[in-house]
């Protein structure tokens, strides 16, 4: 059977020079085609994570791979040329004047010819939906508008795995709904395999194949979100909350000793838990 991961984590320990120790016991493989969430609160470590699995922090004992390979030996080049790293500000990360030309830079910086470069251009602009916005300033875009054209400046270098740092904070709901989406169709459509950090769990379920849920550096649990999202004390113990529907369901089970059967993580799935529950209860009367 062929390989299928793509980069693999495991990380003994990662201390910031002032002691802080931000990483310890990390073992996480990233699948290829996945979608995959780091879970967790503030200061947990998730961008740090991201910075290593990206090659950008190298002094940490351990070991991470990318195909296969040392990421430490591997050239910066190399690791760009199939991975990208989307930082959480966007103004972190933007710097050209324009949209198309920011979006221009990383392949014209890889050596395409010019008229490469504006086909690439012209593509990832409309893998993000901004197709009409390539001569726009880029002060003149919103926040959502900016963390697209990130997102483009990487798929039109050709990236195949895209790390993202909080790709959904500081969008409105509808924002966040719309960048999770995106990411599902890049994801889906595009093959690009994507791991995103976040702490935003109501989100979560509704999108992503599987969870690492990170605490204070380690790494506390991982699985797919039925598998992760079990009780509201043990999301407590780790600074995190259940998605709202979750917390609701379990209150009415365990305080109105209501018969689910189990924890539903998005409304849909509640919705067929209580048809199903009433159905049987009425069924018993
Ligand atoms: N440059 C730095 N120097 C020292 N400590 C840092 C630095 N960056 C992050 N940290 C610390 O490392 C820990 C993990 O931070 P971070 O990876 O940014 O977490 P998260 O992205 O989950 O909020 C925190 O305790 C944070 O204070
Ligand atoms: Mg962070």
């Not at 198309?100 to 470069?117: I, K, L, S, Y």
């Amino acid at each position: 059977m062929a390989d299928l991961t793509r980069i693999a984590v495991d990380l003994e320990r990662f201390g910031y020079p002032d002691g802080t120790v931000a990483l310890a016991g990390i073992r996480l493989s990233v699948q290829r085609g996945e979608f995959c969430g780091i879970l967790g609160a503030n200061g947990s470590g998730k961008t740090t994570l991201l910075k290593i699995m990206d090659g950008l922090i190298k002094d940490y004992t351990g070991t991470v791979t990318l195909d296969g390979e040392d990421v430490r030996r591997l050239h910066p080049r190399e690791i760009y040329r199939k991975v990208g790293l989307v930082f959480q500000s966007p103004d972190e990360q933007l710097f050209a004047h324009s949209v198309g030309e920011d979006v221009a830079f990383g392949p014209r910086n890889m050596g395409f010819g010019e008229q490469e470069v504006a086909q690439r251009v012209e593509a990832a602009l409309a893998q993000v939906e901004m197709a009409e916005y390539a001569a726009k300033s880029i002060h003149a875009l919103s926040y959502g508008q900016k963390k697209r054209v990130c997102i483009a400046g990487l798929l039109a270098m050709g990236h195949e795995i895209l790390l993202l740092d909080e790709p959904t904070a500081g969008l409105d709901p509808m924002g966040e709904y719309r960048m999770m989406e995106l990411l599902l169709k890049l994801n889906q459509e595009d093959g690009v395999t994507i791991v995103m950090a976040t702490h935003s769990v109501d989100l979560v379920p509704l999108f992503l194949h599987r969870l690492h849920i990170l605490s204070r550096g380690r790494l506390v649990r991982g699985g797919t979100p039925e598998e992760v999202f079990t009780a509201p004390a043990e999301m407590a113990e780790v600074k995190l909350r259940l998605p709202h529907i979750a917390e609701l369901i379990h209150q009415l089970k365990d305080e109105e000793r209501l018969p689910f059967r189990r924890l539903p993580l998005t409304i849909g799935e509640a919705r067929r838990e209580i048809v199903e529950m009433l159905r049987d209860t009425e069924k018993k009367a």
